[in-house]
């Protein structure tokens, strides 16, 4: 679908944006959340902070933390979750939200309590990297019975049959990882990431959403006809350290701009 932007067509795109529950605090986090919705992103990832985030780089980790250091667990996250989404819904604004995490979170908390929290919450989804399809504890078929998608990854070293094998298990889209390593560092828009992407597209039917070392506008005006989905992280969690170590009052204002310029 092609859009009108200051005159000229371009490729529609949907954002999803990142917010680590909790930071720099409960309320600033949730102002934060309602920012990013309002200004325009289609999906919010919302990460419960986890002692050991092996997928995350510096930013995201120094976050999660700080959020731990402030109390967080993991019935505030869901009360986060239910606040933002009933302020949501006043506004006429319906961003699906996945719950971004760790295997040892939902063992922690038991998992079908966990995924029963999350439906009755509206999160749409769940994104949790750490377990694999052969063991991922029942989670995707447990995932479906409560009525949430448990999106699966793929990585550049993912082979073609495997990513037949997840694709058929994940959700309505598959998040597709730019690079190896860990998110933080930034992604170079390359033919060889645009022919990565067309490997993956011969094996997952699915919509793709791309992520790790998104950053920039012009990353995402970039990727506008070869991906339906750009999954922006630690840009997010950067802009809120900034706010925080300013003194920001209005986060949700300035959340809201700070994403409307990402997209426009």
Same mark, same amino acid.
């Given at each position: 679908?092609?859009?009108?932007?200051?005159?000229?067509?371009?490729?529609? %795109?949907?954002?999803?944006?990142?917010? +680590?529950?909790?930071? @720099?605090?409960?309320?600033?986090?949730?102002?934060?959340? *309602?920012?990013?919705?309002?200004?325009?992103?289609?999906?919010?990832?919302?990460?419960?902070?986890?002692? /050991? @985030?092996?997928? /995350?780089?510096?930013? %995201?980790?120094?976050?999660?933390?700080?959020?731990?250091?402030?109390?967080?667990?993991?019935?505030?996250?869901?009360?986060?979750?239910?606040?933002?989404?009933?302020?949501?819904?006043?506004?006429?604004?319906?961003?699906?939200?996945?719950?971004?995490?760790?295997?040892?979170?939902?063992?922690?908390?038991?998992?079908?309590?966990?995924?029963?929290?999350?439906? /009755?919450?509206?999160?749409?989804?769940?994104? +949790?990297?750490?377990?694999?399809?052969?063991?991922?504890?029942?989670?995707?078929?447990?995932?479906?019975?409560?009525?949430?998608?448990?999106?699966?990854? %793929?990585?550049?070293?993912?082979?073609? *049959?495997?990513?037949?094998?997840?694709?058929?298990?994940?959700?309505?889209?598959?998040? +597709?990882?730019?690079?190896?390593? %860990?998110?933080?560092?930034?992604?170079?828009?390359?033919?060889?990431?645009?022919?990565?992407?067309?490997?993956? *597209? *011969?094996?997952?039917?699915?919509?793709?959403?791309?992520?790790?070392?998104?950053?920039?506008?012009?990353?995402?005006?970039?990727?506008?006809?070869?991906? @339906?989905? +750009?999954?922006?992280?630690?840009?997010?969690?950067?802009?809120?350290?900034?706010?925080?170590?300013?003194?920001?009052?209005?986060?949700?204002?300035?959340?809201?701009?700070?994403?409307?310029?990402?997209?426009?």
């Amino acid at each position: 679908m092609k859009l009108r932007v200051w005159g000229c067509e371009v490729q529609e %795109i949907q954002l999803m944006g990142h917010i +680590v529950a909790g930071f @720099p605090n409960f309320e600033a986090s949730l102002e934060c959340a *309602k920012g990013i919705c309002l200004g325009g992103a289609d999906f919010l990832e919302v990460q419960f902070p986890f002692s /050991d @985030p092996n997928a /995350d780089g510096v930013v %995201i980790a120094n976050a999660c933390e700080e959020s731990l250091r402030g109390g967080f667990n993991t019935d505030l996250g869901f009360e986060l979750i239910y606040k933002l989404k009933e302020d949501l819904h006043a506004r006429g604004r319906e961003s699906k939200i996945l719950i971004m995490t760790y295997g040892n979170i939902l063992f922690a908390y038991g998992v079908e309590k966990f995924l029963n929290k999350a439906r /009755d919450c509206g999160v749409f989804g769940l994104i +949790v990297p750490d377990l694999s399809l052969q063991n991922d504890e029942g989670l995707f078929k447990k995932a479906q019975k409560f009525g949430l998608e448990n999106i699966a990854l %793929i990585a550049p070293c993912t082979s073609p *049959k495997r990513i037949r094998k997840l694709t058929a298990k994940s959700g309505s889209f598959v998040y +597709v990882v730019a690079r190896n390593g %860990i998110t933080g560092e930034q992604t170079q828009i390359s033919p060889e990431l645009f022919a990565y992407l067309s490997k993956v *597209k *011969k094996d997952c039917p699915k919509p793709l959403a791309l992520g790790f070392g998104i950053r920039t506008k012009e990353q995402v005006n970039a990727l506008r006809g070869i991906v @339906p989905i +750009v999954v922006i992280g630690s840009a997010f969690v950067q802009q809120i350290q900034n706010l925080k170590d300013k003194g920001e009052a209005n986060y949700k204002q300035t959340m809201q701009d700070f994403t409307q310029n990402l997209m426009s």
